[in-house]
């Protein structure tokens, strides 16, 4: 058998990949940029092919990049799942609970933290998932985002997802018949989110021109609060930015999100497991979304 590239190599490709920068991604890995640097560029010699662009200030994805990112983060997760699942069944944690990075970012912790305040004898474990959690059965619960005609036979809506319009407060002048000279921030993955607004507002969506594309709902958020442009997210996501004034809606839309989050559960649960559901559920519900 061939011998495989160095997971670093593979991991600091992930990260910048999604961050599209080396910075960034050697801050996610507690390491130098250079060392971003160089594992992608080990990466590129071994493949043979390069991967990214690289602009004075800025990464881009080549098309080979874009077409090897989904198979090395499918099996980083693969192995991050397989190693959380070891770790599980050898520790005194009492639930499991596997949910999408954009889900632990900004609501998932106080969702925790309200049950460890009313059960501290209930040990949780949290496994933060970029895709599907691969191990079936490795979680108590799990959390997953799906497309509205993707949903499975088991899954349990948490709410009914919105879009929101939102950018940072100096944009509050925008208008429909404006929004079309903004700069636009778009997440790579969910172009039904500009449709589903556009269609909204009674808009063509070709002409709301790119300015930014993210593979990551946080960094297009990010990216729109530090004044890059207008983005449309998941309102479950934005709300944490609007309740702290970094973002605003300057224009109010009612627009059902095609996609939202579900939970299964597993078949035998312990009883900790089905406190910890039905304190996920009523939480869920109690969610202003």
Not at 41 to 55: M, Q, T
Not at 73 to 96: E, F, G, P, W, Y
Not at 136 to 145: F, K, L, Q, R, V
Request: proline share 5%; net charge negative; hydrophobic share 45%.
């Amino acid at each position: 058998m061939k011998s495989l590239p160095h997971l670093s190599f593979l991991r600091s490709f992930e990260a910048a990949a999604r961050h599209l920068s080396f910075t960034s991604a050697a801050d996610e890995l507690n390491c130098t940029q250079a060392a971003v640097s160089n594992h992608v560029r080990s990466l590129e010699d071994y493949i043979g092919r390069p991967l990214f662009v690289r602009h004075a200030r800025s990464l881009t994805l080549t098309d080979v990049g874009q077409g090897y990112l989904p198979s090395v983060q499918r099996a980083l997760q693969d192995i991050d799942t397989a190693t959380a699942s070891l770790i599980t069944k050898n520790s005194t944690r009492a639930v499991t609970v596997s949910c999408p990075v954009s889900l632990t970012e900004h609501w998932m912790p106080q969702v925790m933290a309200g049950f460890h305040a009313q059960n501290p004898k209930i040990e949780l474990a949290l496994n933060s998932t970029v895709w599907a959690d691969l191990q079936e059965n490795a979680s108590d619960i799990t959390i997953t985002i799906a497309h509205k005609d993707d949903v499975g036979a088991h899954d349990m809506k948490l709410w009914d997802e919105k879009l929101v319009l939102v950018a940072a407060p100096y944009y509050a002048e925008i208008t429909a018949e404006t929004l079309a000279q903004e700069r636009a921030i778009h997440i790579l993955g969910r172009p039904e989110y500009w449709d589903a607004i556009c269609a909204a507002l009674g808009m063509q969506k070709t002409r709301i021109p790119v300015g930014f594309q993210c593979n990551s709902t946080t960094a297009a958020l990010e990216l729109a609060a530090a004044g890059a442009g207008v983005v449309v997210a998941p309102k479950s996501l934005a709300m944490k930015f609007l309740n702290r004034g970094d973002l605003i809606e300057p224009l109010i839309v009612d627009c059902p999100s095609p996609w939202t989050y579900y939970a299964t559960f597993k078949d035998h649960m312990t009883p900790s497991a089905e406190l910890f559901k039905d304190w996920l559920m009523a939480c869920a519900s109690e969610a202003k979304i």
